[in-house]
């Protein structure tokens, strides 16, 4: 029984990375971010989340919804505006101009976010972290899950072509971000990793315009100008985002602290199944 379930979480796995990577291959044909937005983002995820909801019909399985969406989007909240606050008082990024179809850009990198956020949560946190679990132990599920969430960003952070080191950084940010999104799942359920992991990515690239190139493609509020210093770039990620830099690092680490540390006595489990 270990075993069929490290098997189902990396079948899974597999699967979820295959849709993915056909996601990515069809940005190269298809004209404009927004067509490939609508026409293919918006679908591979729904496909994710239908597939997610499919294995657990099947597997007699059960959605730990939880109760503490809000928890979630605090934290999430707090932590990127805090970075956004270093980055914007160190001068390592400066305004531009505010974009011309702002309310459009909100409402399109909005519903992505959403289906982006709940469908790596449910496939990741809710089905392949208790598979995992069940099949080895809560620590090894984590780390596992959370490596593999990593990995599956590797086609993306290529395309951006920073440097080995930056590269390294943000795949230590992201298998971060992958236990800090498991232990908010353990504690509090899905609706509160579903939180931090949509304010998370709207905010960074969307609100805050963090990371460059949502700008150019009409899904970010405002065009920056970012610091080309390789010091600057090192700490905050630069036009890579957080997530590359070393601030990065820092500020998911130190949430994961503060949530460990939140409600000692709540149990981590894993009620999944009827």
Not at 7 to 16: D, E, L, M, T, W
Request: include cysteine; glycine fraction near 6%; aromatic fraction near 16%.
């Amino acid at each position: 029984m270990k075993g069929k379930n490290v098997a189902q979480a990396i079948s899974f796995y597999i699967f979820v990375w295959a849709v993915l990577m056909l996601a990515i291959l069809a940005a190269s044909v298809i004209p404009t971010m927004t067509s490939w937005v609508v026409y293919v983002a918006y679908p591979v995820y729904f496909v994710i989340i239908i597939a997610t909801c499919i294995a657990y019909k099947r597997e007699s399985m059960k959605f730990k919804w939880g109760d503490n969406f809000y928890l979630g989007f605090a934290v999430g909240f707090i932590i990127i505006t805090l970075i956004f606050m270093v980055n914007t008082f160190t001068n390592a990024m400066m305004f531009i101009r505010l974009a011309d179809n702002a309310l459009a850009a909100v409402a399109l990198a909005f519903a992505l976010e959403v289906l982006v956020a709940f469908g790596e949560e449910m496939s990741f946190r809710a089905y392949i972290l208790p598979k995992l679990t069940t099949g080895l132990n809560v620590l090894s599920g984590i780390i596992i899950s959370s490596v593999f969430f990593s990995v599956i960003h590797i086609p993306s952070i290529l395309s951006y072509g920073m440097d080995r080191l930056n590269m390294i950084i943000m795949l230590t940010t992201l298998t971060l971000a992958g236990v800090l999104f498991a232990v908010f799942y353990l504690k509090y359920g899905l609706l509160s990793c579903i939180s931090i992991h949509f304010v998370w990515n709207f905010f960074q690239y969307h609100i805050y315009s963090l990371q460059a190139g949502f700008f150019d493609v009409g899904m970010a509020l405002f065009e920056i100008k970012y610091s080309t210093s390789d010091v600057v770039r090192l700490i905050t990620g630069g036009e890579y985002g957080p997530e590359a830099g070393l601030l990065g690092i820092l500020a998911i680490t130190a949430a994961i602290l503060i949530v460990m540390a939140l409600d000692r006595d709540r149990n981590m489990d894993l009620e999944v199944y009827e």
